[in-house]
């Protein structure tokens, strides 16, 4: 299952759906773009300057999921030309539909390079793009 970076910070915060994601998401394989290390340390600083979260916590979820990618839990998609290529094709196959983003044209990039489905998200956009490229998409609904 390919996780888009926010699925990945409701696995180390809490919010209204990580028990929902921490049950769904157990004991199944799990695969991100290397893109989700940067994105997921600023969700992580963004909640600690909205007072979120506390200092103590951003760096306990931080270490959380660099434990995670390093016992293999989760598995890191490199980024390379052949994922920027392919997120470029994907805003423009996506245009004017759906305005794409272009983080989230390389985590949908990376997700079809690598076939890891369903693509696991909550973004709206994400999931109107993966819908229009006939991704699977986590939760369904």
Same mark, same amino acid.
């Given at each position: ?14 919010e ?20 989700a ?6 969700? #992580?600083? =963004?909640?600690?300057? $909205? ?5 103590? *916590?951003?760096?306990? @979820? ?12 989760i ?27 272009? #983080?989230? =044209?390389?985590?949908? $990039? ?5 076939? *890891?489905?369903?693509? @696991? ?21």
């Amino acid at each position: 299952m390919y996780l888009d970076s926010c699925i990945i910070v409701k696995l180390l915060v809490v919010e209204p759906d990580s028990e929902f994601f921490i049950g769904s998401l157990e004991g199944k394989p799990l695969v991100t773009s290397e893109l989700a290390q940067t994105e997921v340390f600023s969700a #992580l600083l =963004a909640r600690e300057r $909205a007072v979120k979260i506390s200092p103590v *916590d951003r760096q306990r @979820a931080w270490r959380e999921f660099e434990t995670r990618i390093e016992s293999k839990e989760i598995r890191i998609e490199k980024m390379n030309s052949i994922v920027l290529r392919k997120a470029t094709h994907l805003l423009e196959r996506c245009h004017p539909k759906v305005p794409l983003r272009p #983080l989230d =044209a390389i985590h949908l $990039a990376t997700a079809d390079l690598c076939h *890891d489905f369903p693509l @696991a998200t909550t973004d709206g956009r994400m999931r109107d793009a993966a819908h229009l490229m006939g991704f699977s998409i986590f939760p369904e609904a």
